[in-house]
Structures are given as structure tokens and as C-alpha cells.
């Protein structure tokens, strides 16, 4: 009989799902943030364009790391870095659901994407 091959998506479910590749993704995160060179930009774009594949606790994780960074300037040039790491964090804070939401220090949220609005609970339906 003839050996079943897993299509590559199936592959690439279980490569997402585990464990060891969200703490890759952290580590991976935590490396770049705040460093001041051009793999600022690639780990972002990289971030971004992977991160409908991520954990919601792995979203969390970058989110509050991603603000922390922020308030203690350690996020890299505020002028080209921070900017692209706030993008990125208010992105993954949007698609975290409420009950994540809830975990994060509301005054920080505000501090690091400005203001009253949705992503702060303020606005909640």
C-alpha cells in the first residue's frame, strides 16, 4: 500500500501550533526590540504578515513587551523604530479577544496608542 503524504498545509499547521515555535516567535521578538537596525524592519514585517498563525497568549505577550519598551524607551530610535513597534502592537492588540484585553495596564495602552478609543476598553459594546 501505498505511505499517505500529509498535504504541506497540515505541515505547516502542526509547525504553527507548537509550542517551541511560539516561544520562537517570542524570542524572536524580544531579540529585536530595541535594537536599532534594519532587522527592526524585517522582524516587524516578518511579525505582521505571520500573525493571524500566532497564539493569542503569544500576541499578549508581544503587546505588553512591545509597550513596556516603549514607556522605558528602550524600543530603539523614536523616530524610526517606535514607530513601526507601535504599529505592529496596536495590530495584535485589535485582534486579541476582550479576556486578554483584560490582562494588559489599561494608563499604558492609552500612553502608547493614544487616547480614549476601542483599544484602550473604554469603548466596550
Known amino acids: 500500500m501505498?505511505?499517505?503524504?500529509?498535504?504541506?498545509?497540515?505541515?505547516?499547521g502542526a509547525f504553527w501550533n507548537d509550542i517551541n515555535t511560539q516561544l520562537m516567535v517570542t524570542a524572536?521578538?524580544?531579540?529585536?526590540?530595541g535594537r536599532r537596525s534594519y532587522i527592526v524592519g524585517a522582524c516587524v514585517d516578518?511579525?505582521?504578515?505571520?500573525?493571524?498563525?500566532?497564539?493569542?497568549?503569544?500576541?499578549?505577550i508581544i503587546v505588553r513587551d512591545t509597550v513596556d519598551a516603549i514607556l522605558s524607551?528602550?524600543?530603539?530610535?523614536?523616530?524610526i523604530d517606535v514607530p513601526r513597534w507601535v504599529r505592529l502592537a496596536a495590530c495584535l492588540y485589535d485582534e486579541l479577544p476582550?479576556?486578554?484585553?483584560?490582562?494588559?495596564?489599561?494608563?499604558?495602552?492609552?500612553?502608547?496608542?493614544?487616547?480614549?478609543?476601542a483599544r484602550d476598553g473604554s469603548n466596550k459594546n
Open 46 to 60: 516578518w511579525l505582521y504578515k505571520h500573525r493571524r498563525r500566532f497564539e493569542d497568549k503569544t500576541k499578549l
Open 28 to 33: 524572536c521578538h524580544r531579540y529585536c526590540l
Open 98 to 117: 476582550p479576556c486578554y484585553k483584560e490582562l494588559l495596564e489599561v494608563d499604558k495602552i492609552r500612553r502608547v496608542f493614544g487616547g480614549s478609543d
Open 73 to 79: 524607551g528602550q524600543a530603539g530610535d523614536d523616530n
Open 2 to 12: 501505498a505511505k499517505r503524504v500529509k498535504p504541506q498545509s497540515d505541515k505547516l
